[in-house]
Every structure is written in C-alpha cells, then in structure tokens.
C-alpha cells in the first residue's frame, strides 16, 4: 500500500474520533452545568480546552473561559485545527483523497457528516448545540460501523484502526488527568456528592458510566482510573485501545507476537507490556498524574514513529500534553 494512502486513512480517522470525543466533551459538560452550583460554572469550562492542549491559543484568541467562547471555540472556530468543525473538513478531505480505496458507503458517510457540521456551523443557535452533539456522536459511530462493515479488512483498514484507537486513547488518557489534576478548585470537594457528580460526569466523557456501574457498584477515584487505564475489555481503556492497536500493527507487518521489527512496534510493545503487569496500586503509588503524562508521550511517541515507518514522515517534537498535527 502507498504510504500517502495509508496516512490519509489513518488521518480519517483519526479526526473523525477526535470530533467525536470533543463533540462529547462539551455535552457532558453542559449537562454537569445543571448539577453544579452556580458559582463554580465559570471554572468547569477551562478544564475542557486543556484536554485539547490548546488553552494558551485559547487565552490568546479568546480571554475568558466562558462557556458561550469555550464551544464556539471546541465547535465551530474553523481556524482553530482541532475544532469539529476542523476535525471533520481535514476527514473528508482525507476522504476525498482516497475515495478509490475506501467504500462509497465510507465516502458517502463523510460527506454527509461534513455537510451537518458545516451547515450546523451557520445557524445553530445555543438552544440546540445538545442535539447537535448526539448527532457528532452518531455519525461517528456510523462511519466507524460503515468501515468495519464495507471494506476489505486489509493493512488500509487496519491503519485506520490504528488511528481511531491511537485517538480514543489519548483522549481518555487525557480526560482523566484534568479531572484529576486541575477539575476540583478546592479539597473541600473531596468525598462531597458534587466530587461524586465529577467523577459521573467523567465516566460520561468517556461513554464509560454504565459499563463501569455493571463491574463497581460505587463510585471511587481509584476504581474509575483503573476501570480506564487497565480494563481489558472496555473499548475506551487505555489497555484495552494500545493492545488492539498492537495487534493491528502486528497484522500489516507480519511480525509474530512478542517480537518487534520497527520503532513503533518497540515503543507499543514496550507500552503494552508495562500495563499487562500494573495495577491500579502501582499507579497510584508513583502518582497517577506523573503516569498519565508518561502514558500521552508514549503515545505521541508512537504516533511520531508510525509516521517515520509508515508514512515517510518525520515526526514533529511537541510538548507532552500538546496534540499531534497532521501532515
């Protein structure tokens, strides 16, 4: 396969599950808005732009972390790289790019995605961004079943894979490290029932609450970071997400299990072996939030190697809790 055609299929979806996970993001965070008092609204917000990574171009561009700047922002700033409204024209034109290898079910998914988004863009009032949201999620999960469903599960579709997990695992890493770092303005909170709706709405972020109720009947910080970092079988966990994407990179280059033939296979082994062997007890103890920025280099770093390996791109140094770009 083309290197140019693998890095647009895994580009594609990568944006298409990063709008997904912002679109879920700022819904989860309007809903706690109902939950929260009053006086604690205005500081629920810039927790959202630092999962992105992008809170000094946020403060540059727009001051104040208000709720009404925080989603114009995260939703329809088409200057702004990781907005949806971004996230989904940068997929379609991946899409675009190698419409002869993809389905036309696949392309024609992206272009009505497109076409929402940007029509959205125009004339969503505020009453209506809930909606517009479940509509982000949806036509993401469509588009992943429609190429699960259509196209031939060969090193293109295993490279989109790649890119959808790489993402969704980032994400999760990075929706619990604010939560637990900067969400709570005070320890008084701790152990309080507005700690408990944090914890929820956490859950929530990462379409994780009701599977995690079916395994934990109370909510506690340390099952929830373990319910997403080590579960094996929740499709969010950062465990579950590196070893599905290890077993894909395995598949595109034939290199037998355990054993490894390029960088990226070294760092995601070395990532995946490190997280078979731990438990939520060794996490804690060296600090969750030191673990976690240690877990989005990792990824990062793999992201950078399958671009040097793959893609014939060499990769671009940036700061732990920045986001990749693309090429």
Same mark, same amino acid.
């Given at each position: 396969?083309?290197?140019?055609?693998?890095?647009?299929?895994?580009?594609?979806?990568?944006?298409?599950?990063?709008?997904?996970?912002?679109?879920?993001?700022? $819904?989860?965070?309007?809903?706690?808005?109902? $939950?929260?008092?009053?006086?604690?609204?205005?500081?629920?917000?810039?927790?959202?732009?630092?999962?992105?990574?992008?809170? #000094?171009?946020? #403060?540059?561009?727009?001051?104040?972390? @208000?709720?009404?700047?925080?989603?114009?922002?995260? @939703?329809?700033?088409?200057?702004?790289?990781?907005?949806?409204?971004?996230?989904?024209?940068?997929?379609?034109?991946?899409?675009?790019?190698?419409?002869?290898?993809?389905?036309?079910?696949?392309?024609?998914?992206?272009?009505?995605?497109?076409?929402?988004?940007?029509?959205?863009?125009?004339?969503?009032?505020?009453?209506?961004?809930?909606?517009?949201? /479940?509509?982000? #999620?949806?036509?993401?999960?469509?588009?992943?079943?429609?190429?699960?469903? /259509?196209? /031939?599960?060969?090193?293109?579709?295993?490279?989109?894979?790649?890119?959808?997990?790489?993402?969704?695992? $980032?994400? /999760?890493?990075?929706?619990?490290?604010?939560?637990?770092?900067?969400?709570?303005?005070?320890?008084?909170?701790?152990?309080?029932?507005?700690?408990?709706?944090?914890?929820?709405?956490?859950?929530?972020s990462a379409s994780a609450y009701e599977m995690y109720r079916k395994c934990e009947h109370r909510i506690t910080p340390s099952s929830v970071a373990e319910f997403l970092i080590l579960?094996?079988?929740?499709?969010?966990?950062?465990?579950?997400?590196?070893?599905?994407?290890?077993?894909?990179?395995?598949?595109? !280059?034939? !290199?037998?299990?355990?054993?490894?033939?390029?960088?990226?296979?070294? @760092?995601?082994?070395?990532?995946?072996?490190?997280?078979?062997?731990? !438990?939520?007890?060794?996490?804690?103890? !060296?600090?969750?939030?030191?673990?976690?920025?240690?877990?989005?280099?990792?990824?990062?770093?793999?992201?950078? #190697?399958?671009? @040097?390996?793959?893609?014939?791109?060499?990769?671009?140094?940036?700061?732990?809790?920045?986001?990749?770009?693309?090429?």
């Open positions: 396969m083309l290197s140019r055609v693998a890095d647009s299929i895994y580009w594609l979806n990568r944006y298409i599950e990063r709008a997904e996970n912002v679109a879920r993001f700022v $819904d989860v965070n309007l809903n706690l808005m109902l $939950d929260v008092p009053a006086a604690m609204m205005t500081q629920q917000w810039e927790p959202i732009v630092l999962t992105t990574g992008d809170l #000094k171009l946020f #403060k540059e561009r727009y001051g104040e972390a @208000t709720a009404e700047n925080v989603i114009q922002f995260l @939703t329809f700033d088409a200057d702004y790289h990781n907005s949806i409204l971004s996230c989904v024209c940068m997929a379609r034109e991946n899409a675009r790019s190698v419409r002869e290898i993809i389905s036309s079910e696949m392309w024609e998914e992206v272009n009505s995605f497109y076409y929402m988004v940007k029509e959205a863009a125009q004339k969503t009032p505020q009453a209506t961004l809930p909606n517009f949201f /479940t509509q982000v #999620k949806l036509a993401s999960h469509r588009f992943a079943g429609v190429m699960d469903a /259509t196209m /031939t599960h060969n090193e293109g579709w295993h490279f989109g894979h790649i890119g959808r997990l790489l993402e969704r695992a $980032d994400k /999760t890493a990075r929706i619990l490290d604010v939560k637990y770092f900067y969400l709570l303005p005070s320890a008084q909170w701790v152990g309080t029932p507005l700690d408990q709706i944090q914890w929820i709405s956490l859950l929530r579960n094996r079988q929740f499709p969010r966990s950062i465990y579950f997400c590196l070893w599905r994407v290890q077993r894909s990179l395995h598949e595109i !280059t034939s !290199t037998p299990r355990g054993d490894w033939f390029n960088g990226s296979e070294r @760092t995601l082994g070395q990532a995946c072996a490190q997280l078979g062997y731990l !438990t939520i007890e060794d996490i804690i103890e !060296t600090g969750l939030h030191e673990f976690l920025d240690r877990m989005q280099i990792q990824i990062n770093t793999i992201g950078n #190697k399958l671009g @040097t390996n793959f893609f014939g791109i060499e990769p671009i140094l940036v700061a732990s809790k920045q986001l990749q770009t693309s090429s």
